[in-house]
């Protein structure tokens, strides 16, 4: 596509409920990265995919959270029995550069709100 | 330890009047830094990068930073703000542990007042 692609855009859950968060990064995008922002802080690494190597899942918080990435595709970010403290918006950002030395390309993000 | 600080929450411009948004780092190894915009429900967008060599970085919208290894800055500056350039700013640094990492500031309001 033209740009990184998130679905949903906003998401409304009840406490408990398990979400899932979708990312379609540029086509031909080896790297992909998933981050967290709460209001007004900076962005929180939640996990990162480079092609076909294992993915660096260090930054994510809990064993509530898990990611998948199918080759070079779609990423499917999984919070399961959601908190409160969950509630921010989640960054989703693609990379053709394997040095990354370069930009990275941000999705406009899928923002959860936990009740 | 790795860091990156943005020291002011917020930054107020007059339109027309030079701008700077201050950006230092702590990070082992050589600095790779970055600077990122996001306007009002978007994503981030790329601005500039510092990876070697010139100390002083063009980047997109006439923005510009210097890199500045004796005060481990990156400081970003405009000759002259327009009320467009009202958003949110951050800076990163490539994690010298990693080849992949960035670590991110927390983000600087800037407001451009005509």
């Known amino acids: 596509g033209a740009g990184v692609s998130q679905s949903p855009s906003n998401k409304v859950t009840e406490k408990g409920k398990d979400v899932e968060l979708r990312c379609d990064p540029i086509?031909?995008?080896?790297?992909l990265y998933w981050y967290r922002q709460r209001l007004g802080q900076g962005l929180e690494f939640l996990i990162y995919?480079?092609?076909?190597?294992?993915?660096?899942k260090s930054g994510l918080p809990s064993d509530r959270f898990s990611a998948e990435r199918t080759g070079e595709s779609v990423s499917t970010l999984t919070i399961q029995r959601t908190q409160q403290e969950d509630s921010a918006v989640y960054l989703c950002?693609?990379?053709?550069?394997?040095?990354?030395?370069?930009?990275?390309?941000f999705g406009e993000g899928s923002r959860l709100t936990v009740l | 330890a790795q860091s990156v600080a943005q020291p002011e929450d917020q930054v107020n411009v007059a339109e027309g009047n030079p701008l700077t948004v201050k950006c230092t780092y702590s990070?082992?190894?050589?600095?790779?830094l970055f600077w990122y915009v996001q306007y009002p429900n978007r994503g981030l967008q790329f601005l500039l990068k510092?990876?070697?060599?010139d100390n002083l970085v063009k980047g997109s919208y006439g923005f510009e930073a210097e890199f500045n290894k004796s005060q481990t800055s990156f400081h970003l500056k405009k000759p002259s703000a327009l009320v467009s350039d009202s958003a949110l700013y951050f800076c990163?640094?490539?994690?010298?542990?990693?080849?992949?990492?960035?670590?991110w500031g927390a983000g600087t309001k800037l407001i451009i007042k005509p």
């Open positions: 990070v082992s190894g050589n600095p790779y």
């Open positions: 086509s031909g995008h080896t790297a």
């Open positions: 995919f480079q092609g076909n190597s294992a993915p660096d």
């Open positions: 510092y990876i070697t060599g």
């Open positions: 950002a693609s990379s053709h550069d394997t040095r990354n030395t370069g930009e990275l390309f």
């Open positions: 990163a640094v490539r994690d010298g542990r990693s080849n992949y990492q960035l670590i």
